[in-house]
C-alpha cells in the first residue's frame, strides 16, 4: 500500500484500547492519522465522541507514532472566530507537519447549533500570511467539492478531500488546474476499507475511514487497507 494512505479515526476510537489501536497503526505504513470535527456530524448522537483538543493531545502524547496528525473537517462556521484560532489553529499549526482541512458544515448531516458566518476566503487568505504551507508539510485543504470551494483551490492552490463520490471527476479537477505554482495541500478522497483498489494518481492521498463498532472491526479494517 502507498505510503500516501492515512486513517481517520472513529468517534469511538479513545474510549476502548486506543494506545493497542495506535501501536498496531504505527506497525504499518500510515502516512497520516486524521480526526474529524464531531460538533457539526456526530457519527452518532446516542454515543460519546471525541473531543478535538483531547483526542490531539492523546496523539500527541503517544511515544511510538510514525505517522502525521491532521485534521480532515474542522468546521469554521461552529465557533466564534478569535476562539477558532486560539483554541484550535494556533495550537495545531505548532504540530510538525499537522494537515488542516476546513469545512463549512452540511446542511444535511450538520447539528443545528449556534452558527456563526465566516468568510471562508477571509479565513484562508488569513492561514495564508500567518503560516507556511506545502504539500509535504503543514498541509492546508478544504472539505468539500462544491463551485465555491473549487474556485478557492484554484485561487489559492491548496488542496481538497472529497468524501466518497466520483474519482473521475476528483481527477478531472485536478488536471483542469495547470498550476502555476506548487499546490500547498494535496488532493485527497475518503474512502471505505473495501476500496483500496481505487486508483488515484500517486500524489493524491487515500484516506481510509476506520469503523471500530469492536476491536475485531478494527484490526480487520486496518490488514485490508495495508496488508
Do not use: A
Not at 93 to 122: A, C, V
Not at 151 to 179: A, P, T
Amino acid at each position: 500500500m502507498s505510503n500516501n494512505s492515512s486513517v481517520l479515526l472513529p468517534g469511538t476510537f479513545f474510549e476502548q484500547e486506543y494506545k493497542r489501536k495506535l501501536e498496531y497503526l504505527s506497525r504499518n505504513n500510515v502516512n497520516c492519522v486524521y480526526l474529524y470535527d464531531h460538533s457539526v456530524n456526530p457519527s452518532d448522537n446516542q454515543k460519546t465522541v471525541y473531543k478535538i483538543k483531547k483526542s490531539l493531545s492523546l496523539l500527541q502524547e503517544y511515544e511510538n507514532k510514525n505517522f502525521n496528525l491532521g485534521l480532515c473537517v474542522l468546521n469554521i462556521n461552529s465557533r466564534k472566530k478569535d476562539l477558532l484560532f486560539s483554541n484550535f489553529i494556533n495550537p495545531m499549526m505548532e504540530i510538525e507537519n499537522f494537515k488542516l482541512g476546513l469545512g463549512t458544515g452540511d446542511k444535511k448531516y450538520e447539528n443545528r447549533n449556534t452558527k456563526y458566518s465566516y468568510d471562508l476566503d477571509q479565513i484562508i487568505h488569513e492561514l495564508i500570511n500567518l503560516y507556511t504551507f506545502s504539500s509535504k508539510g503543514k498541509n492546508l485543504f478544504l472539505g468539500g467539492t462544491s463551485k465555491n470551494k473549487k474556485e478557492l483551490v484554484r485561487k489559492y492552490s491548496i488542496g481538497i478531500n472529497q468524501w466518497l463520490g466520483s474519482s473521475k471527476d476528483l481527477i478531472s479537477f485536478y488536471k483542469s488546474l495547470h498550476q502555476k505554482q506548487s499546490l500547498i495541500g494535496k488532493f485527497s478522497q475518503c474512502l471505505k476499507p473495501s476500496n483500496t483498489e481505487v486508483n488515484l494518481p500517486k500524489n493524491f492521498e487515500k484516506i481510509f475511514i476506520l469503523k471500530d463498532s469492536n476491536l475485531g472491526k478494527f484490526y480487520s479494517d486496518v490488514d485490508k487497507i495495508f496488508s
